[in-house]
């Protein structure tokens, strides 16, 4: 039998749902509630703070990590799901779950480069 | 002790006169510590000779007594009565033809147990006075838990993969796969991989986690297969940096 060629799929959906996991809910309390709880003040993420943080190379990175890692994972997650709830059109199915993730990416890569 | 009566509707297939399987129904009057095996063997021993199924050793150890115990796949020698409603469903293990009541033909789950070379490929073979191959109990403990599999197949009847028939290597293949693997004794990981990194093999796994659910030796075989996919991610990459490393 031939090996699988789905590492490829499959090493963004471990590294995406470890992400999602670990990081993802730190940057939604820092981003969404520590703010509106006022445990930040007002200030902190200011747009000039912000754009300023994000013109370091390592801090794109890491917001596009934030994009492009749980993206993937969502979709082969919701291919399998579908697969799970008996879809058996996996070639459409992938095309539109990893195809909404590559515009996911092009489009943080995009902004990103622009900012 | 006390008894209690219990309706046992019984999967009954006779492939001479039967042309689908059909359920019988059977009052077996069971002791308080019994468990299904033995109501089972109470009907064949008192009211039908006729009934078929596989057991021996009556103590979760031999692997053979699997059934469908209301619609779930079960050790017959495991489930006590007394945890029972008063009517039972009995069925031969879902996912396998039917060979006669309740026994069922296993042979595409031992061609597949076979396929992933279930034992020690040693990286050179040892003759008798040169004494056995030595391991520290740190790498036994690796491996052990995926020793203790009895080969029931009930990961078989849970799996929803599996039950589609496109060829899953399945859950308790890949977990002993998964065993050798990691044996420090063992060379034969990449011989493995031709059918556990195959399509039919780790991939089709979902990770529904079913398999793991119905083992009654607690294997997890979700397990070793999730851990086995990562080992292969890390081989498929290492082997697309350094083409024919394993060669």
Request: proline fraction near 6%; charged fraction near 20%; hydrophobic fraction near 45%.
């Amino acid at each position: 039998m031939a090996r699988s060629n789905k590492p490829i799929v499959w090493s963004l959906f471990a590294a995406g749902g470890t992400f999602a996991a670990f990081v993802t809910p730190a940057m939604i309390v820092v981003t969404g509630l520590a703010l509106s709880f006022g445990l930040l003040p007002p200030e902190a993420l200011s747009y000039e703070r912000l754009s300023g943080l994000i013109e370091n190379p390592i801090a794109k990175g890491i917001v596009f990590l934030t994009v492009f890692l749980p993206a993937w994972h969502a979709a082969h997650r919701l291919r399998i799901t579908a697969h799970d709830f008996g879809i058996r059109e996996d070639g459409l199915v992938m095309m539109v779950c990893y195809g909404l993730a590559s515009v996911a990416t092009v489009m943080a890569v995009y902004a990103l480069l622009s900012l | 002790m006390s008894l209690r009566t219990f309706e046992l509707e019984i999967m009954r297939y006779d492939p001479d006169k039967d042309s689908e399987p059909r359920f019988e129904t059977f009052s077996v009057p069971c002791e308080e510590d019994w468990v299904v095996l033995d109501a089972v063997n109470y009907v064949k021993d008192n009211l039908d000779r006729t009934l078929s199924y596989r057991w021996s050793c009556h103590m979760a150890v031999c692997g053979s007594c699997g059934m469908m115990i209301n619609g779930e796949p079960s050790l017959s020698c495991k489930t006590f009565m007394r945890h029972m409603p008063d009517k039972i469903r009995i069925e031969p293990l879902a996912n396998f033809p039917i060979e006669r009541d309740l026994v069922v033909v296993m042979d595409d789950f031992m061609d597949k147990l076979a396929s992933v070379k279930p034992y020690l490929v040693a990286k050179e073979k040892k003759a008798v006075e040169d004494g056995s191959y030595l391991q520290s109990p740190a790498q036994l403990k690796k491996f052990k838990q995926y020793t203790l599999c009895i080969n029931c197949t009930l990961c078989y009847s849970a799996c929803p993969q599996y039950a589609l028939g496109e060829g899953f290597v399945g859950p308790a293949a890949l977990a002993l796969a998964h065993r050798y693997n990691l044996d420090s004794r063992d060379v034969g990981r990449s011989a493995r991989a031709d059918v556990v990194a195959s399509n039919e093999g780790i991939w089709e796994c979902s990770f529904v986690g079913a398999c793991s659910e119905v083992c009654p030796e607690h294997v997890d075989p979700a397990g070793a297969i999730q851990q086995t996919k990562i080992a292969s991610t890390l081989d498929y990459f290492k082997d697309l940096i350094t083409p024919g490393r394993d060669k």
